[in-house]
Structures are given as structure tokens and as C-alpha cells.
């Protein structure tokens, strides 16, 4: 568990869990052995994890468990810049929105110039994942 982590009443995390710094896990989500939840992200209350949660990303159980938009709230509360915020959103939109599967979406992002060091924290995250990410 890394540093300034929220884990909210009755979060529960199975074996072998990474929560990565600035996380926050909210009330009663069960948490599959061996997921990695990505720093600065928030997983919301209720919420079924079973695999990757996204750096950055705002996931929520409503119906199924899917990534449905950037954690900009929590971004700017930690000082990231407006440039860094939109770098990154435009990465959430290529990986969510665009018609582009995973594979053909991390090749889109690693083709474009200078898309900073937070959108290559992404790559990796989603390229070392062994259990899939949450999209």
C-alpha cells in the first residue's frame, strides 16, 4: 500500500494487492487477489474489482465495472498542472472513447510528441498488466 492512501470502512483487498500512492478505495469494494489499483485513482463505493484499476481514472460499479472518466477533481486538489491534466485526458479519451482497442490505442499514444512522463506511467501500467485493466 502506498502513501496517502484512503481505504474507506469495509474495503476489502484480497492477496497480494497493490495500491499505488494517492488511491483511494471507497466503502464496502472487494478487492481480487493480485489487482494493482493505480495511483491517484478512485474506485467508488460498492464497487467489485477483479481487475487493474487505471492510474488517474474515476472507476464505478453501476451495472458492470468500467473506467468512465478522468479523476481531474483529485488531480488538481494534488497540484497537477492544467497542461498535465489535459495530457492525460486526451490519453483517457484515445484509450475509452476512440474506436481503438487497447492494443491499438497504446500504439496511437506512443506515436504521438511529448506526451509526458504521466501518459507514459499509463503505458506501462496497462502494458505490465497480467490480469487486464478495467476500461
Do not use: M
Not at 50 to 64: E, G
Not at 83 to 98: D, F, G
Amino acid at each position: 500500500i502506498g502513501d496517502h492512501v484512503i481505504l474507506a470502512n469495509a474495503a476489502t483487498l484480497g492477496g497480494h494487492v497493490t495500491v499505488e500512492d494517492w488511491a483511494a478505495v471507497g466503502a464496502l469494494c472487494p478487492v481480487h487477489q493480485f489487482v494493482r489499483i493505480g495511483a491517484h485513482s478512485y474506485v467508488g463505493g460498492g464497487t467489485t474489482i477483479t481487475k487493474d484499476v487505471l492510474p488517474f481514472s474515476k472507476t464505478v460499479a453501476a451495472r458492470d465495472t468500467h473506467a468512465y472518466g478522468l479523476n481531474s477533481v483529485g488531480l488538481e486538489r494534488r497540484g497537477f498542472s492544467r497542461e498535465r491534466i489535459a495530457r492525460i485526458h486526451h490519453a483517457y479519451k484515445v484509450l475509452l472513447a476512440s474506436k481503438l482497442n487497447t492494443s491499438q490505442a497504446l500504439a496511437k499514444l506512443k506515436s504521438e510528441a511529448d506526451h509526458g512522463e504521466d501518459v507514459e506511467t499509463l503505458i506501462r501500467f496497462i502494458e505490465s498488466s497480467e490480469r487486464g485493466v478495467i476500461k
